[in-house]
C-alpha cells in the first residue's frame, strides 16, 4: 500500500488553497517522510570474538523514533533527563514527567529494550542503561501567518527525532560528573600525574 | 481563575475562597477569551503531515476515504507468485536411519523390522543409481561419495565466511534459508578435522515432476565426521559450541540434482534427523516463557443433528 503514498506529492493537492495561496506543504499529509538511516547503522556492526576468559563485552542497542511532532529544544530536557539511568529507572521517571516529549521518549526506551532481548542478545531486560540519549532536528513544515499592514509572517511547524542508545551492564555512578573529586583524590592524581613526567629524548 | 492549580486539584475545589491564592498555570492561553476567533484567524490553516501515522493501521473505509480524497485509484492487485523448479520442495521417500545407526540390538523389534524393510528399500536405490546413470554416465557411487564430502565442506565454510554467493552453488534453493536460518549478524567458525569413516551412499531415488522427461536425483550420504563449531553473536561473545573442542557428528545427508537439466549439480539438499538423534544442547540463556494463550472459549454446541438429517441423508447402518 505504501507506494501509493509515493505517488501522492506528485499529485499534488487542489483543494488546500486559500485565496491562491498554497497553504499545504510539498510533502502531502502522509508521505513517508525521510527518516535518519546513520544511527541504526550502528546496529550491524559486528565485533570481533572474545578469547575464552575476556570480559563479556556489553550488548548495546540503538533505537530510534523519526519525525515526532514535537520541538528539538523541548525533546532536548526530556532527553537530558533519562541519560545515565538504568532503562527501569528512566521509564519510571519519565511516567511522572509532565510533557509531550516524555511519552515519545519512554515509548523509544521501552521499544528498543524489547529489540535488546529479541534480537541482540540480551539476557535479561533490566539489566540494561541508558548511554546515549538527544534530540535532533527533523523536518520543519513552513507555514503563513498573517501581520498587520497586509504583511505576512512565517510559522515553523517543527518536527524532531529521537535517538537512544541502551547499553547492558549497570550504569556508571556519577554519569555527569557532578561529584567532583575530594581534595585527597585531587591531591592524588595531581601526584600521580607528576610521577608520570619524562625527560625527552632521555630514553 | 479558571486553570488555577488549587482548583484542578479535587479536595481544595470547595476551599474557601480567601485560602486560594490564584496562580495561572496555562501560559499559552490569552487571558482575554475576546476576539479569540480573530486571533485564530491570523494563522492560515494547513493540514501538517503524519509521517508516524500507520498506513496499515488504517480501517479500509479510512483508507476509501482518504485516496478519494486525493483522487487515486486503488492499486492493482499482484497476483503473481514467484516458484523455482530447478529444486523440488521437499525430500520424497526419505531415508529412515536405522535404530542406533544399526548398531541396535537384534532383539529390539525397530531392529527387526527396519532390516525387513531395508531389502525391499535397497532395490529400489539400485533402481534409482541405474537412472541416475542413464543420465550422468560417470556417476558411480564410490566417486560420488568423495564429491559430497567436498560439496559438503565448500557448503559450509561459505556459510562460515557469509559468501551467500558461494553457497548458492552448493545448496539448493529449499535448502538455502534453513541453512541460512539464525546466521545473520553471527561469526561462525567452523573447522572440519576429519573423516572418521568414510562417507558412503545410503539411499537414492529419483523423482519426475511435471513432465515424465523433467527427473531430479535425489542421494542420501552418511556422513561421520570430526568438526569443531563455535558460534558467536555481534558482540564476539560466544553463543553456541567451543573452538576449542572436537565433535563427531553422524549425519545423513540429501543430495540432489536436476537430472534433467544438462547444466545441473549435486547440491545439499536437506538432512535426515533420525528420531533417535540425542536431544540438542540446550540454550544458554534464561528466557521468559512466553504466556500460554488463553484458552478458545467453548462453543456451544447447537444440536443440529435434527436439521442436518432434513437436509442430507445421513450415513445409517441400521
Not at chain 1, 156 to 162: D, I
Not at chain 2, 156 to 181: C, G, M, Q, W
Not at chain 2, 259 to 268: H, M
Request: glycine share 4%; aromatic share 10%; proline share 7%.
Amino acid at each position: 500500500m505504501n507506494h501509493i503514498f509515493k505517488l501522492l506529492p506528485k499529485i499534488g493537492l487542489k483543494t488546500n488553497q486559500i485565496l491562491g495561496l498554497h497553504t499545504n506543504a510539498t510533502l502531502s499529509a502522509w508521505v513517508k517522510a525521510k527518516t535518519p538511516k546513520k544511527f541504526l547503522e550502528y546496529n550491524k556492526k559486528i565485533f570481533p570474538p572474545q578469547a575464552i576468559g575476556d570480559e563479556p563485552r556489553p550488548a548495546f542497542v540503538c533505537h530510534q523514533k523519526a519525525n515526532i511532532k514535537y520541538s528539538p529544544e523541548k525533546l532536548w530536557y526530556v532527553a537530558c533527563l533519562v541519560r545515565g539511568m538504568t532503562v527501569d529507572e528512566a521509564v519510571k521517571q519519565l511516567s511522572f514527567v509532565n510533557k509531550k516529549g516524555a511519552v515519545f521518549v519512554k515509548e523509544a526506551i521501552l521499544e528498543a529494550q524489547e529489540l535488546a532481548v529479541s534480537q541482540h542478545n540480551v539476557e535479561y531486560r533490566s539489566n540494561l542503561w541508558v548511554a546515549e540519549s538527544f534530540a535532533n532536528k527533523g523536518m520543519v513544515v513552513k507555514g503563513v501567518r498573517r501581520h498587520a499592514r497586509g504583511r505576512m509572517g512565517e510559522v515553523r511547524y517543527t518536527y524532531s527525532h529521537y535517538f537512544v542508545r541502551l547499553e547492558e551492564g549497570k550504569p556508571p555512578k556519577d554519569y555527569y560528573k557532578i561529584n567532583a573529586l575530594t581534595p585527597q583524590e585531587q591531591l592524588d592524581a595531581w601526584l600521580e600525574q607528576m610521577r608520570k613526567r619524562k625527560i625527552i629524548n632521555s630514553y | 481563575m479558571a486553570n488555577s492549580i488549587l482548583l484542578k486539584l479535587g479536595s481544595l475545589r470547595f476551599a474557601p475562597a480567601t485560602l486560594i491564592q490564584p496562580c495561572r498555570t496555562t501560559t499559552t492561553k490569552h487571558y482575554n477569551p475576546k476576539f479569540k476567533k480573530e486571533r485564530a484567524a491570523k494563522f492560515l490553516k494547513l493540514d501538517l503531515p503524519k509521517p508516524n501515522q500507520e498506513v496499515g493501521e488504517m480501517t479500509p473505509e479510512k483508507m476509501r476515504q482518504k485516496m478519494k480524497e486525493r483522487g487515486i485509484l486503488p492499486p492493482r492487485p499482484w497476483m503473481e507468485r514467484p516458484f523455482y523448479i530447478s529444486a523440488t520442495g521437499g525430500v520424497f521417500e526419505p531415508y529412515i536411519p536405522p535404530e542406533g545407526d544399526g548398531k541396535a540390538s537384534i532383539v529390539s523389534t525397530t531392529r527387526a523390522k527396519q532390516t525387513v524393510q531395508l531389502l525391499e528399500k535397497k532395490s529400489k536405490s539400485m533402481m534409482a543409481v541405474r537412472k541416475i546413470k542413464s543420465f550422468d554416465e560417470d556417476f558411480s557411487t564410490a566417486d560420488f561419495c568423495s564429491k559430497a564430502q567436498d560439496i559438503y565442506i565448500k557448503a559450509h565454510e561459505s556459510l562460515a565466511n557469509d559468501d551467500k554467493h558461494a553457497i548458492r552453488l552448493y545448496v539448493t534453493e529449499k535448502a538455502y534459508p534453513e541453512f541460512r536460518h539464525n546466521s545473520r549478524l553471527k561469526t561462525i567458525r567452523w573447522k572440519f578435522l576429519e573423516s572418521l569413516e568414510p562417507p558412503r551412499v545410503v539411499h537414492a531415488r529419483c523423482t519426475d515432476i511435471v513432465s515424465k522427461e523433467n527427473i531430479f536425483g535425489q542421494v542420501t550420504v552418511r556422513f561421520h565426521t570430526r568438526q569443531q563449531l563455535a558460534v558467536y553473536d555481534r558482540f564476539g561473545r560466544l553463543l553456541h559450541g567451543s573452538e576449542i573442542l572436537a565433535k563427531d557428528v553422524l549425519e545423513y545427508i540429501v543430495f540432489e540434482k536436476h537430472l534433467a537439466n544438462l547444466y545441473g549439480t549435486w547440491r545439499i539438499h536437506a538432512k535426515i534427523i533420525p528420531d533417535w538423534a540425542p536431544p540438542k544442547e540446550p540454550s544458554k540463556h534464561t528466557r521468559v516463557m512466553a504466556d500460554p494463550d488463553p484458552d478458545p472459549e467453548p462453543v456451544p454446541e447447537v444440536e443440529t443433528a435434527e436439521k442436518t438429517e432434513g437436509d442430507t441423508p445421513a450415513i445409517t447402518d441400521k
